[in-house]
C-alpha cells in the first residue's frame, strides 16, 4: 500500500508538473528519486548486511566525479593521459555510468576488505576515515577544479533521448531507482540473501554451517558501493556540476538520514525517506534556514518510537525488503 | 578397528591462570554417543568450541575422519562435516523457522552464491529443509518467525539445523537444557535415533538422559577428564561421584 502510493505520486507528480509546465518540480522529484537510489544502495549494506558504513560519500563522489572528469575532458577536447593512453572523454551516459559502477565497485572492494576486519563502532570510523580522505584528495585535486570542483556546460547524452527536457531524464533516473529496488528485492530472497541476513543476526551460526558470512559480507558491500556510485553519476549531470562535498561525511550521513528516515531493511524505506528529505527541505527550508531542527526531531522521534521508519509506521510490522 | 569420528590428542588451554583444558583426550567412535559430564565452569563448551574451530587451542591436536583440522577455521570444518549445536541457541530470530533450517541445508549444499533466484524455489534445498524440521517435529510451525518460538521449541530447531548438514559426526552442546521433563523425553528419543547416521559427543547435565544414551562418559573437572569408560563404571566411580554426580544423590 505505502509502496504503491509512493510510486505512483513519483509516476504521477512529475507528469503532472510536466503538464502544467513546472520544471522545477520534475526537478525536485529528480533530486530525489536520485538520493533514494544513493539509498537503495546503502540500504542493502546497512539493513541485510548490517554493515554501519558513514563512508558512503565515497562512492556517491566517485560516481560524480567518473561523470565529472569523462565529460570535462570531452567538452574541453582533452584526451586524459595524453602521452600513454590518450583515452578521449565521453558525453555518453552509459559509458560514464558503467565507469561510474566499475570505480566505486572496486573502491568498495578495497574499502570493505580493509575495514570488514572490524565491527561496530571501528567499522563506522574506518568508512568514516575512507571519505574523509577521498574529500581532502579532490580539495587538493587542482587537474579536476580541487576545491572550486567542475562544472559541465552541457548535460550529457543518452541515445534516443533528449536528456536537456527534465521529464526525460527523470524517466532515466526513475527506470534506474526502479532497477535497483528489483535487484534489492531479488537479492533478498536469494540464497545469497538469506546466508547475508543470518551473518547479520549470528556470524557464528553461519560459519558453523561452513558459510563464509564474511565474505557475503564484502560482496554486497560492493554491490552497495556501485549503486550508490551510480546514484552519483546522476546526481552530478543533475547539477553539472561536481564538487569535493559529495564526498564530505555531511553527504554519507545524510544518505544514512534517507535510509533511517523511511525505514532500515524495508525496500521502499529508502525511497520514502529519501522523498520525506527532500519534501522538508524544500518546504521548511523556505520557511527557515534552520529547518534541520525539524529534520533532527523527526529522525529522533523515530529513532526513539518508530524504528521501522516510515514505511514501518504506515505499514506495521517489520518484514525484511517488503 | 575402526578409527575414530573425532579423535582429540593432549588438548590445552588456558585463559591467563585459568586452565580451561587440560591435556584433554577424548575420541568419538562411529555408532557412539558419547557423553562430557562435569559441573559448571569444567570447561565443557569451551571445548567444543575448541574442537569446532572457534576457539585456538594452546597446545594439542583435533583430527575429523583421520585429518589433522587443528589449524581449520569452523567453516572448513564444518563442512568435512562437523555439526554444532549451541549451549545459548544460535538462530537467526528475525527469520522464520524455515529461513534457519534453510540456511543449514544452504550450507550442506555449499551453492550460497546465487543471487537472484529466490531461495524459496529451491526444491532440494527446501525438501532438505522440511525433512529436519518435520524429524524434530517443528513442521508446523515451519513459517513463524524464531523469536515467537518456545525456548523448548528453538532447542529442536538447533538440532534440526544441525540435521540439515547430514554431517559425520555432531557435537551438542547442552540440547536438554530448558526442555522439561516431556521435552527432554522427546529429545533423548530423536538423539538416539540420530548416533545410527553419525555418532555424537554430547555435552549434557541432564543425568537421566545421559546414563539413557551414552556409551561412554568421560567427566570434565577443571579442564581435566578424570574418569572416562562406559555408564556402569561411571556411576561406580568413586572419584566422579565425589566431584560431580555425589552432588545430586
Ligand atoms: N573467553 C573467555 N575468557 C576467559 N575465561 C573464559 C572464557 N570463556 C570461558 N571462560 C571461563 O572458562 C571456564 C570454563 O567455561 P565453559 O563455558 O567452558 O564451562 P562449561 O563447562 O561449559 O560450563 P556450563 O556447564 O556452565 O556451561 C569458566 O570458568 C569460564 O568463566
Ligand atoms: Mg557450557
Known amino acids: 500500500m505505502v509502496n504503491a502510493a509512493l510510486v505512483a505520486a513519483l509516476v504521477g507528480v512529475p507528469l ?15 533530486r530525489a528519486v536520485i538520493f533514494a537510489l544513493a539509498a537503495v544502495g546503502l540500504n542493502l549494506a ?3 548486511g548490517g554493515l554501519v558504513s558513514l563512508g558512503h560519500a565515497v562512492f556517491f563522489g566517485i560516481g560524480g566525479y567518473a561523470m565529472g572528469i569523462l565529460a570535462f575532458h570531452a567538452q574541453n577536447y582533452l584526451p586524459m593521459f595524453p602521452e600513454t593512453l590518450a583515452i578521449e572523454g565521453t558525453k555518453s551516459m552509459p559509458v560514464i555510468w558503467l565507469v561510474a559502477v566499475i570505480a566505486s565497485a572496486l573502491a568498495a572492494l578495497v574499502i570493505g576488505l580493509l575495514s570488514l576486519r572490524t565491527a561496530g563502532v571501528y567499522f563506522i570510523m574506518i568508512t568514516l576515515a575512507f571519505g574523509q580522505m577521498f574529500y581532502y ?18 548535460r550529457n547524452g543518452f541515445p534516443g533521448l533528449n536528456t536537456l527536457d527534465p521529464i526525460q531524464f527523470y524517466g532515466l533516473c526513475f527506470t534506474l531507482l526502479c532497477g535497483a529496488l528489483w535487484l534489492s528485492h531479488r537479492i533478498a530472497r536469494s540464497p545469497f540473501g538469506l546466508m547475508l541476513n543470518a551473518a547479520r543476526q549470528v556470524p557464528h551460526r553461519v560459519e558453523t554451517v561452513g558459510l563464509d558470512g564474511q565474505r557475503a559480507k564484502l560482496v554486497v558491500f560492493v554491490i552497495s558501493g556501485a549503486i550508490t556510485g551510480l546514484a552519483g553519476a546522476l546526481f552530478a549531470d543533475l547539477n553539472r556540476f561536481v564538487s569535493p562535498t559529495m564526498f564530505s561525511w555531511h553527504m554519507s550521513g545524510e544518505i544514512m538520514i534517507f535510509v533511517i528516515l ?30 534541520h531542527i525539524y529534520l533532527g526531531a523527526l529522525l529522533l522521534g523515530i529513532v526513539l518510537f518508530a524504528r521501522g521508519g516510515v514505511v514501518g509506521l504506515l505499514a506495521g510490522r517489520a518484514k525484511s525488503h517488503d | 578397528m575402526t578409527e575414530p569420528v573425532l579423535d582429540i590428542r593432549g588438548l590445552t588451554k588456558s585463559f591467563g591462570a585459568l586452565v580451561v583444558s587440560d ?39 583435533i583430527r575429523l575422519k583421520g585429518q589433522d583440522v587443528t589449524a581449520l577455521p569452523t567453516r572448513a570444518r564444518a563442512r568435512m562435516g562437523l555439526a554444532r549445536t549451541f549451549q545459548i541457541s544460535a538462530l537467526a530470530m528475525e ?21 537472484f533466484r529466490p531461495v524459496l524455489s529451491d526444491r532440494a534445498l527446501r525438501a532438505r529443509a522440511e525433512a529436519a524440521l518435520d524429524r524434530v517435529g517443528l513442521l508446523e510451525k515451519a513459517a513463524m518467525r524464531t523469536a515467537d518460538l518456545s525456548h523448548g521449541e528453538r532447542r529442536q530447531l ?20 530448558g526442555l522439561g521433563a516431556e521435552g527432554g523425553q522427546k529429545m533423548t528419543a ?37 574418569a572416562s569408560g562406559p555408564p556402569d563404571a561411571i556411576r561406580a566411580d568413586a572419584a566422579v561421584r565425589d566431584a560431580y554426580l555425589g552432588e545430586e544423590a
Not at chain 1, 584528495?137 to 552541457?154: C, K, M, N, P, R
Not at chain 1, 524544500?282 to 534556514?289: A, C, E, I, T
Not at chain 2, 570447561?43 to 572457534?54: E, F, M, P, R
Not at chain 2, 546414563?211 to 581435566?224: H, Q
Open chain 1, 137 to 154: 584528495f579532490t580539495i587538493s585535486w587542482s587537474a579536476y577544479g580541487g576545491e572550486d570542483g567542475l562544472s559541465i556546460w552541457v
Open chain 1, 16 to 30: 503532472w508538473a510536466h503538464v502544467a509546465g513546472e520544471p522545477f518540480t520534475i526537478t525536485l522529484a529528480t
Open chain 2, 95 to 115: 527469520d522464520t523457522v524455515l529461513q534457519n533450517a534453510l540456511l543449514g541445508a544452504l550450507g550442506a549444499a555449499g551453492n550460497p552464491w546465487r543471487l
Open chain 2, 158 to 177: 538447533e538440532v534440526a539445523v544441525a540435521l540439515t548438514l547430514e554431517p559425520a559426526a555432531f557435537v551438542m552442546d547442552e540440547p536438554m537444557a
Open chain 1, 262 to 291: 523511511g525505514g532500515v531493511a524495508r525496500l521502499f524505506g529508502p525511497v520514502a525517506g529519501a522523498v520525506l528529505f527532500v519534501a522538508m527541505e524544500h518546504v521548511l527550508g523556505d520557511l527557515s534556514d534552520y529547518w
Open chain 1, 46 to 48: 546497512l539493513g541485510l
Open chain 2, 23 to 61: 591435556g584433554i583426550d577424548l575420541s568419538l567412535n562411529p555408532g557412539e554417543i558419547h557423553a562430557v559430564i562435569g559441573p559448571n565452569g569444567a570447561g565443557k563448551t569451551t571445548l567444543i568450541a575448541q574442537i569446532c574451530g572457534a576457539l585456538a587451542p594452546d597446545a594439542g591436536t
Open chain 2, 190 to 226: 530423536l538423539l538416539d535415533t540420530l548416533r545410527h547416521e553419525a555418532p555424537i559427543l554430547l555435552v549434557e547435565h541432564d543425568m537421566d538422559a545421559v546414563f539413557a544414551l551414552a556409551d561412554r562418559i568421560s567427566v570434565l573437572v577443571y579442564g581435566k577428564v578424570i
